[in-house]
């Protein structure tokens, strides 16, 4: 294990005014977004796409520093023969790899599920890495969902939790940065204090099986939910009880050693996960680089305004420009309303 190396990978990860762009849909779920915009899903129209975003230089050098790319992506080429990764180093950000292998459903845990692929990752890594992978990402799914036994249950997140640091510690072991994503589901009912305890029990048993399986937490990137209220929850709390409680619940469960943390969405809208971001670092000073590594709520606007056609490329790099900015201000403390409207 190079530490050096994984502590400065780390650090650029988590750079100042830099975040994440999540661009790891697995087949079945760039099908539904594409759907979503009317898009035939093929090998050549994700690459299009996936090409259109790397290509935009003001996203890419001031506001990306890493790229999570799905297997099928790491291996394409860019029409005029470059490869994706390389288009990405280009511009001066990190390629990155989703390794985990989706979830199944978990044994005698009705409705849970566990995160798979910790087989032959060692040797996937290396072939990774070949390709210019950096870093890697591997996400638990934990739901919220009252009833008799209530979910999540102890099974579902002392699992989960095992894999996450094993993957992490398998990643160190090949000098890539592991990115750990214990995502608790905002899609249920439940209030934000619900979600601020399972949040905190995923957090902590997630750092006591990182400690045991001996991960170095400063070449390591934590990518977890806010505390939020559930989207069906009859009231949610407001950006500034989100923020608050965010921060204290990681507070409580985060050492100050870990190199960064860089939010997943979740499903917020992408003006809310901008606010959210924004208002936590505004809290500051705190222990860590607090960022963000969004899917949907950097790609919601760039994929609408593309819709699949040539034409529409250079608006939708705008689009993606713009959003980028947006959380780039946010990772500092520093997005204002007007420039929302000004763009
Ligand atoms: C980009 O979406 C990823 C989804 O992968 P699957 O297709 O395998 O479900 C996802 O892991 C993503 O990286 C994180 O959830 C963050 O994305 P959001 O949209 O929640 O910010």
């Known amino acids: 294990m190079d530490k050096d190396l994984l502590v400065k990978t780390a650090n650029a990860m988590v750079a100042k005014g830099k975040g994440i762009l999540a661009a790891d849909e697995s087949s079945g779920t760039i099908k539904k977004r594409f759907d979503a915009i009317g898009v035939a899903s093929t090998e050549d129209s994700r690459r299009d796409y996936r090409e ?10 001031n506001n990306i520093s890493g790229v999570i790319l799905y297997d099928e992506t790491i291996w394409q080429k860019a029409k005029d023969g470059t490869p994706l990764t390389k288009l990405i180093a280009d511009a001066g950000s990190l390629p990155g790899i989703k390794v985990d292998k989706g979830v ?3 044994f005698g845990c009705p409705g849970e599920v566990i995160t798979e692929g910790l087989d032959g990752l060692g040797e996937r890594l290396v072939e990774y890495r070949a390709l210019g992978a950096r870093f890697a990402k591997w996400r638990a799914v934990i739901d919220i969902v009252p009833g008799s036994p209530p979910v999540p249950s102890h099974t579902a997140v002392h699992t989960n939790a095992h894999a996450l640091a094993r993957y992490a510690a398998i990643c160190q072991e090949h000098d890539i940065v592991p990115i750990v994503e214990p995502e608790v589901l905002m899609d249920g009912g439940h209030d934000i ?3 601020l305890r399972v949040t905190e029990w995923v957090l902590k048993t997630t750092f006591q099986e990182l400690f045991y399986q001996r991960v170095m937490l400063e070449g390591i990137v934590l990518k977890p939910n806010m505390v939020i209220s559930g989207k069906k929850a009859p009231s949610r ?14 507070k409580e469960c985060v050492p100050p050693a870990v190199a960064g943390i860089a939010f997943l969405s979740g499903g917020q809208s992408d003006e809310e996960a901008t606010i959210h971001l924004d208002l ?8 860590w680089p607090v960022t963000f590594s969004y899917g949907r709520a950097l790609q919601h606007m760039p994929q609408k305004v593309w819709a699949g056609k040539a034409e529409n490329v250079a608006a939708a790099q705008r689009a993606f420009a713009h959003r980028s900015h947006m959380n780039g201000l946010a990772a500092q403390g520093q997005w204002k309303q007007d420039l929302e409207k000004a763009a």
Do not use: I, S, W, Y
Not at 52 to 61: G, I, N, P
């Open 52 to 61: 259109m975003m790397f290509r935009t230089q003001a996203a890419m050098k």
């Open 104 to 106: 199944k459903p978990l």
């Open 193 to 195: 204090d619900t979600c």
């Open 237 to 250: 709390a407001g950006h500034q009880e989100v923020a608050e409680k965010t921060v204290r619940v990681l």
């Open 280 to 287: 936590m670092n505004r809290m500051g000073p705190l222990p």
